[in-house]
T-cell receptor
Framework: AQSVTQPDIHITVSEGASLELRCNYSYGATPYLFWYVQSPGQGLQLLLKYFSGDTLVQGIKGFEAEFKRSQSSFNLRKPSVHWSDAAEYFCAVAPTGGGNKLTFGTGTQLKVEL | KAGVTQTPRYLIKTRGQQVTLSCSPISGHRSVSWYQQTPGQGLQFLFEYFSETQRNKGNFPGRFSGRQFSNSRSEMNVSTLELGDSALYLC????????????FGQGTRLTVV
C-alpha cells in the first residue's frame, strides 16, 4: 500500500528565511505527487503537483518542489518565507491512472516568527 | 468560476442519528472524492465517484456511504453516528481524477455528541 511520511510535525522559521519541508513516499511505481496547504478552518489549496517530466516543479506563492526518484522524496521549498505562509502543509500521492484517491502525509505545521 | 461548495458548513448530531452531507463540484467536473480529517487519524480517503459510479473506496465501515447524481453533485451519508465520527469532512472535485487537479471545498464540520 502507498504511504507518505512527513517527518517534521512542527517547523518554526523567521520571516525572510528559507524553508524546506520534507516528504517521503512509498509506492510501487512513480505516483502523482502533490503539496497542499491548509489554513485554520479551511479546505485544502493545491500548491503544486508532479505528474512527469522536469523533476523541479514550480507552484503558486513562490513555492517549488523537487522530485527525487532515488530517494522517494518530494520536498517543498521556498527561498524567503512570508508571515502569511503560516499554515499546515500536506504532501500527498495518488496512483497513476487510479482516479482521484489521495493518500496524505500527517502534515507539517509551519509557524513564522516576525 | 464558482468553487466546490459543501453544505452545511457545521452540523451537530446526536450519537445514533444519521447525517447527510452535500457537495456541489465545480461546473464540468465529473469526479468527486470525500475525505475525513481528524486530529488523530489525519486526512483519510473515504470514496470517489465518477459519472455516478463509485470508482474508489477507502477503508471505512459500511455506515459511510455516498452517491453521485447526474449533475455530478454528490452526497455522503453516515448512519448510526458514533462519537468518533466527529471530524471535518472534505469534498474534492476534479475533471477526470488522478492526473487532473483536485479542488477542495471548505468542508463540513460534524460534531457528534
Amino acid at each position: 500500500a502507498q504511504s507518505v511520511t512527513q517527518p517534521d510535525i512542527h517547523i518554526t522559521v523567521s520571516e525572510g528565511a528559507s524553508l524546506e519541508l520534507r516528504c517521503n513516499y512509498s509506492y510501487g511505481a512513480t505516483p502523482y505527487l502533490f503539496w497542499y496547504v491548509q489554513s485554520p478552518g479551511q479546505g485544502l489549496q493545491l500548491l503544486l503537483k508532479y505528474f512527469s517530466g522536469d523533476t523541479l516543479v514550480q507552484g503558486i506563492k513562490g513555492f517549488e518542489a523537487e522530485f527525487k526518484r532515488s530517494q522517494s522524496s518530494f520536498n517543498l521549498r521556498k527561498p524567503s518565507v512570508h508571515w502569511s505562509d503560516a499554515a499546515e502543509y500536506f504532501c500527498a500521492v495518488a496512483p497513476t491512472g487510479g482516479g482521484n484517491k489521495l493518500t496524505f502525509g500527517t502534515g507539517t505545521q509551519l509557524k513564522v516568527e516576525l | 468560476k464558482a468553487g466546490v461548495t459543501q453544505t452545511p458548513r457545521y452540523l451537530i448530531k446526536t450519537r445514533g442519528q444519521q447525517v447527510t452531507l452535500s457537495c456541489s463540484p465545480i461546473s464540468g467536473h465529473r469526479s468527486v472524492s470525500w475525505y475525513q480529517q481528524t486530529p488523530g487519524q489525519g486526512l483519510q480517503f473515504l470514496f470517489e465517484y465518477f459519472s455516478e459510479t463509485q470508482r474508489n473506496k477507502g477503508n471505512f465501515p459500511g455506515r459511510f456511504s455516498g452517491r453521485q447524481f447526474s449533475n455530478s453533485r454528490s452526497e455522503m451519508n453516515v448512519s448510526t453516528l458514533e462519537l468518533g465520527d466527529s471530524a471535518l469532512y472534505l469534498c474534492a472535485s476534479s475533471y477526470w481524477g488522478g492526473d487532473t487537479e483536485a479542488f477542495f471545498g471548505q468542508g463540513t464540520r460534524l460534531t457528534v455528541v
